[in-house]
Each structure stands twice: as C-alpha cells, then as structure tokens.
Nanobody
Framework: QVQLVESGGGLVQPGGSLRVSCAAS????????VAWFRRTPEKEREELAC???????YYTDPARGRFTISRDNAKNTAYLQMTGLKPDDTAVYYC?????????????WGQGTQVTVSS
C-alpha cells in the first residue's frame, strides 16, 4: 500500500524549532520529488518547500530563511526542519511526492501532522 505518513508535529513555543518527517511506504522515495505544504482554516494549501530527486531545493516566501527541506533516501524519509517558529506557522503540515522527480504535479499525499506554535 502506497503511503506518506507525517510525524513530529506538536506544541512549540514562539521562537522554537521543530522537525517534521515524511515517511514513504509502498514505494521508493529516492526517484521522487518531495514537497511540504501546510493547511490552515484560512488557507487550504500553502506550498513551503520542495526537493527534487537530484536534491535541488526551493522555498516559498513563508519558508525561505527559516525552514530547511532535506531527504534521507536510505530511510525513505524526507524532513522539514523549522526554526524561528511564529504563531502564524500554526497549521497542519503535510507532504507530497512527485513520481517524475521534479517539483511539479504530485502523485501521493500524506494526511498531515499538526504543528501549534503558542506560549
């Protein structure tokens, strides 16, 4: 069964850091591009970052300078390291995978992990 499962969310104080993970099962992630998105009641989908199969990465404005996307193909897992978290970063964070290895249309989606930034 093909799945992407996110983990690592939780409650963090403003200014803190958190790393969320995206574990793939049922397929090998190394030939896929992986992106991170987030969802809030106000925004259904906001793309944050993407890493291609050849490890080129790009970031959108909300993530640039604070978040880092990475992958560990040996673990079939991708990560999003988040620093300098703000209350506005509170959201459900989820990942997606693109079978062509480029950051384009995504074939598989995870369900998400909740990140809450609050004191």
């Amino acid at each position: 069964q093909v799945q992407l499962v996110e983990s690592g969310g939780g409650l963090v104080q403003p200014g803190g850091s958190l790393r969320v993970s995206c574990a793939a099962s049922g397929f090998t992630l190394d030939s896929y591009a992986v992106a991170w998105f987030r969802r809030t009641p106000e925004k259904e989908r906001e793309e944050l970052a993407c890493i291609s199969s050849d490890e080129k990465s790009y970031y959108t404005d909300p993530a640039r300078g604070r978040f880092t996307i990475s992958r560990d193909n040996a673990k079939n897992t991708a990560y999003l390291q988040m620093t300098g978290l703000k209350p506005d970063d509170t959201a459900v964070y989820y990942c997606a995978a693109d079978k062509y290895g480029v950051c384009g249309d995504f074939d598989y989606w995870g369900q998400g992990t909740q990140v809450t930034v609050s004191s």
